[in-house]
């Protein structure tokens, strides 16, 4: 079964830091990879998304991730945070079985 | 407007009652799904839902039963309600089932506690 794994569990920044969010995924076959942000109390909301073409995706708010497919990864990053920034941060796959498959979580913490 | 809305987003109830959640989408999407969301913020699915039928059923107990009306709805009962079901529930719809560039839209989450 597919497996999504983000080996950052809190990750604690000031603001302006530059950063980058580990995901990796294990499913040999094609894939649509997905970043989502969950603001405290809230629901979950579309960073950015890979479908096919250009590995490198910009996403909302200065967001963007690389596709890296010989290293099974999907990484997000941002050059500069703000504390705005401060949230759940999920990576999520979909295989074609009709559902997305989510990594654990990683908590972002900007301190101002 | 809501795309993906929600009832009740919040419930507070005793072990052992029946309680229901409801779901309705207006984006005309094809595939509806519930994701449970537990204490340490960890999403699986549970089901998936197209065009009214049952795609997925996930390893989750027969207290739980979703039920779709039509395909802008699915609705999540529960019976015999036990500690361990209290997380956050969401919906979310895509335009089909096999996630094409649409992607996934959440709705804001019940959170169900169980005391």
């Known amino acids: 079964a597919q497996s999504v794994s983000q080996h950052n569990h809190h990750v604690i920044l000031s603001e302006a830091a530059s950063l980058e969010l580990g995901c990796n995924y294990s499913y040999g076959g094609t894939v649509n990879l997905f970043w989502y942000v969950q603001y405290p109390g809230q629901h979950l909301q579309l960073l950015l998304k890979?479908?096919?073409?250009?590995?490198l995706v910009k996403g909302i708010k200065g967001f963007e991730a690389e596709f890296i497919k010989s290293k099974f990864s999907f990484n997000l990053r941002k050059p500069s945070v703000q504390w705005s920034d401060t949230a759940e941060y999920f990576c999520a796959v979909d295989t074609g079985r009709r559902a997305l498959t989510f990594g654990s979580g990683t908590r972002l913490q900007v301190q101002p | 407007d809501t795309a993906v809305s929600q009832t009740p987003k919040y419930l507070v109830t005793q072990m052992g009652n029946d309680k229901s959640i409801k779901c309705e989408q207006n984006l005309g999407h094809d595939t509806m799904y519930w994701y449970k969301q537990d204490s340490k913020k960890f999403l699986k699915i549970m089901f998936s839902?197209?065009?009214?039928?049952?795609?997925i059923n996930e390893t989750v107990p027969n207290r739980f039963s979703p039920k779709s009306p039509d395909k802008a709805h699915l609705n999540l009962h529960i019976n015999s309600l036990e500690l361990g079901d209290s997380a956050v529930y969401f919906c979310a719809s895509s335009r089909d089932s096999a996630g094409t560039p649409g992607g996934y839209t959440f709705g804001s989450g019940t959170r169900l506690t169980v005391v």
């Open positions: 890979y479908f096919s073409g250009d590995p």
């Open positions: 839902y197209n065009n009214k039928e049952l795609i």
